[in-house]
């Protein structure tokens, strides 16, 4: 067996174990697969971080995973980096780089989650002025996958 193949399997079954809400197992079988950059483990991954479910409440550990699967181009990924940025946990709060991830997440996306998506967004953009909206804007259109983010700065909070 591949390491990609262990590492997908690995990813289903934590995404089973996920959505069951057994969240220790997810967050054992999600780990590896995260830790071999597997975007879709690192979003839920992050999750469980961010929640405590699973694992100990660690903003700045959910931060780093969801940021690790935003660059990749994970939608749910990018968008609870965007939330991150907009509360200020594990991330400093920054509400143009929040518009920025949330605006890629509702562009990578379709359907109830994209409306979801642009739902965050359209908040976080209530708190910016139309210059940082263009920003935003800039920021997203000049994002491309598994190209580190220049504008990111994850801190422990």
């Known amino acids: 067996m591949t390491a990609s193949v262990a590492s997908a399997d690995s990813v289903a079954r934590g995404s089973a174990a996920f959505h069951r809400g057994d ?3 997810a967050a054992r079988e999600l780990a590896p697969a995260a830790e071999h950059g ?14 405590g479910f699973g694992v100990p409440q660690a903003y700045a550990a959910a931060a780093d995973c969801y940021y690790r699967g ?12 965007g939330l991150m940025y907009d509360k200020g946990h594990g991330v400093p709060t920054d509400f143009v780089l929040a518009y920025k991830w ?5 562009a990578r996306s379709n359907g109830r989650q994209r409306d979801a998506y642009l739902r965050f967004r359209d908040a976080v ?3 910016l002025s139309t210059y940082e909206i263009i920003a935003g804007q800039r ?3 000049e994002w491309a996958p598994n190209r580190p983010a220049p504008d990111v700065h994850l801190t422990a909070k």
């Open 23 to 25: 969240y220790v197992r």
């Open 38 to 51: 597997n975007a879709r483990a690192l979003g839920m991954l992050g999750f469980l971080y961010e929640h």
């Open 70 to 81: 935003a660059v990749q181009g994970d939608p749910f990924a990018q968008a609870q980096l």
């Open 102 to 106: 949330l605006n890629l997440a509702a």
């Open 125 to 127: 953009a209530s708190k």
């Open 139 to 141: 920021f997203a259109l």
